[in-house]
């Protein structure tokens, strides 16, 4: 009979983390046996615990915050989208061969078209913010082939460095904050990346809610709140909303599909993501 899988989240801090709900419900809806738990795990402990990720037989791990891209240096393996991406949030044990990935940008893409838009070739994005998480989005969107793809972020230079990395991607620009509106004027797509209306700070707003006139799909990448404010204002003008749920559930999905070779039941995991939020 098989070992039960080990798996797990490394993270600094980690209590919070809704993974080993998620996964718990996964590996229960699928009939595997398995533990996914939660391992608080400080920088300078992070050498040692790839070690005894092998050492113990872990068949695969979730990185968090502040871990994605320090541990890359452990790995033996990058998948090509965690190399050009720069960080891990997926580690899959291969038989003793630890195989870094990154499930972030494509559990995002794969969200937005099951929920939003099935289709995202020739769309005309535009991202808001440069940070971590848009670098994974962004770098799953090229793959889609749309129209163009714009970034706007406060930092300019950061959305300027990253449009010029990618270029041979897809068609990217940077633009100045002084000119969203251009930017914003025939968007099919507009997505929140920054942490901008997150909780605490739930009625700040990324932008200008007037200049979201003939944008059709509003999506932001904060689940908590599971609706911000930028959605609700969108929604109530008329746009498509897609909340930031989803990438997680997506995110854990492509990871649990690595591991078990099984199919992820979505509806199951984000139902117990959502149970555990309610309480
Ligand atoms: P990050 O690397 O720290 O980047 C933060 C981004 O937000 C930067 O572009 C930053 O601009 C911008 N920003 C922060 N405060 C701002 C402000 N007051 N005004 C304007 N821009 C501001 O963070 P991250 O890891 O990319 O995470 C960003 C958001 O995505 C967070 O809300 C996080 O919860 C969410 N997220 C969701 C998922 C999911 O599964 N749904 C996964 C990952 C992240 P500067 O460059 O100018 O600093």
């Known amino acids: ?11 600094d801090p980690i209590a919070h983390s809704k993974s080993p709900i998620m996964h718990a419900a996964a590996l229960r809806e699928r009939g595997i046996a398995g533990d996914y738990s939660a391992l608080h795990v400080k920088p300078d402990r992070l050498e040692d615990t790839i070690r005894t990720m092998r050492e113990e037989g872990y068949r695969g791990l979730n990185v968090t915050i502040p871990h994605k891209e320090h541990v890359m240096q452990y790995l033996d393996e990058l998948a090509e989208d965690a190399r050009r991406i720069g960080a891990v949030n997926t580690i899959v044990n291969e038989a003793g061969r630890l195989i870094g990935r990154n499930t972030d940008g494509i559990g995002y893409v794969r969200s937005l078209k099951e929920e939003a838009a099935a289709e995202l070739t020739g769309r005309r994005i535009v991202v808001l913010g440069a940070g971590g998480a848009a670098r994974g989005i ?43 509106a251009e930017a914003l004027q025939d968007a099919d797509l507009v997505i ?9 700070n739930m009625e700040d707003v990324p932008l200008d809610i ?24 969108a929604r109530q003008k008329g746009c498509r909303v897609h909340g930031g749920l989803g ?12 591991w078990t070779g099984a199919s992820a039941p979505v509806d199951a995991m984000r139902s117990a993501v959502l149970a555990n939020m309610k309480l």
Do not use: C
């Open 1 to 11: 009979m098989n070992q039960p899988l080990k798996l797990g989240v490394i993270g």
């Open 138 to 180: 962004i770098y799953a969107l090229a793959a889609e082939k749309p129209n163009r793809i714009t970034l706007l972020n406060r930092t300019p230079e950061r959305a300027q460095a990253l449009a010029a990395e990618w270029s041979d991607l897809a068609d990217i620009a940077a633009l100045p904050s002084s000119r969203t």
């Open 192 to 200: 929140n990346t920054t942490s901008v209306g997150m909780h605490p």
């Open 210 to 233: 007037e200049l979201l006139k003939g944008t059709e799909i509003v999506s932001d990448l904060i689940y908590n709140p599971l609706e911000t404010r930028l959605l609700r204002s």
């Open 247 to 258: 990438m997680f559930v997506y995110q854990g999905a492509y990871a649990f599909e690595y």
